[in-house]
């Protein structure tokens, strides 16, 4: 599942082939042909990311939801383009580009109340242009559950996934069975701030780089991390603690992340 920083540069990168044109909106496939019809013709207004949601507002008052999950993709491509696959929940087109949406969990449209209702269920985005960590530190301090748990409760914070939360609590030393009510807030604003600066850099470099080892021109950018997925810590050498939490697996190291 995509963490935040693919939907912020997925948002990005949109902005400019939708923002500010009427939008020739379709379903191919068919299942979203009702919601289609309602936007079909109207002006995007704005490309909205909120955690692992985007949204796409236009001037008719109404937003498009989507939440990619495990499945969905987005393809975009300058015109022409052929006619889409058949697998296409929604196709977006301006006057320059094709945006083409296939396998979402979520797709649907929001009014004003609903999109209202929508904002509140959710923590602060971790990457929106007015940062809100009191909110944030707030539900934490008052949960008595683990904070590897809260940092993947989207209603706590929106945008954090596993690698986030793994390459996190390790850098600031934490074990992730620490109960957020037990953690002070000098180090959960601490823990907000460079989560955030991690998160600006994946959406520059489009991928998660949490070891300070940003590509150089012409490198292949990939996933460059201290342990999601590794089996030796490397600032001591020790070996990385694998376990499950909330049905995802757990990356810790025991030396260097204690109680």
């Not at 949406?101 to 109340?113: Q, W």
């Not at 934490?174 to 601490?190: A, F, K, N, S, V």
């Not at 342990?227 to 603690?241: A, D, L, N």
């Amino acid at each position: 599942m995509p963490e935040g920083h693919t939907i912020h540069r997925a948002a990005q990168d949109q902005r400019p082939m939708l923002i500010g044109q009427p939008i020739a909106m379709s379903s191919p496939q068919g299942r979203f042909a009702a919601g289609a019809r309602l936007l079909d013709s109207a002006i995007a207004t704005g490309i909205e990311p909120i955690g692992k949601h985007i949204l796409y507002h236009f001037d008719n008052g109404r937003s498009l939801h989507l939440h990619l999950g495990l499945a969905g993709k987005i393809y975009r491509s300058p015109k022409p383009v052929p006619p889409p696959r058949d697998v296409v929940r929604v196709r977006m087109e301006s006057a320059t580009h094709v945006v083409d949406i296939t396998g979402p969990a979520i797709c649907e449209i929001l009014g004003v109340a609903e999109l209202k209702a929508f904002r509140l269920r959710y923590g602060p985005d971790l990457l929106a242009e007015v940062p809100d960590p009191a909110r944030a530190i707030e539900k934490i301090h008052a949960s008595r559950s683990p904070i590897g748990t809260l940092l993947m409760n989207q209603k706590v914070i929106s945008g954090i996934g596993n690698i986030y939360r793994t390459e996190i609590l390790w850098l600031l030393g934490i074990h992730p069975l620490t109960r957020g009510c037990d953690l002070g807030t000098d180090i959960l604003i601490r823990m907000w701030q460079k989560l955030r600066d991690l998160m600006l850099i994946g959406v520059r470099y489009d991928s998660i780089i949490t070891n300070g080892d940003l590509p150089k021109a012409g490198q292949g950018v990939g996933e460059r991390v201290h342990i999601y997925g590794k089996e030796v810590c490397p600032k001591c050498t020790g070996p990385i603690v694998v376990s499950r939490l909330n049905n995802r697996t757990l990356y810790h190291c025991a030396a260097c992340q204690t109680r």
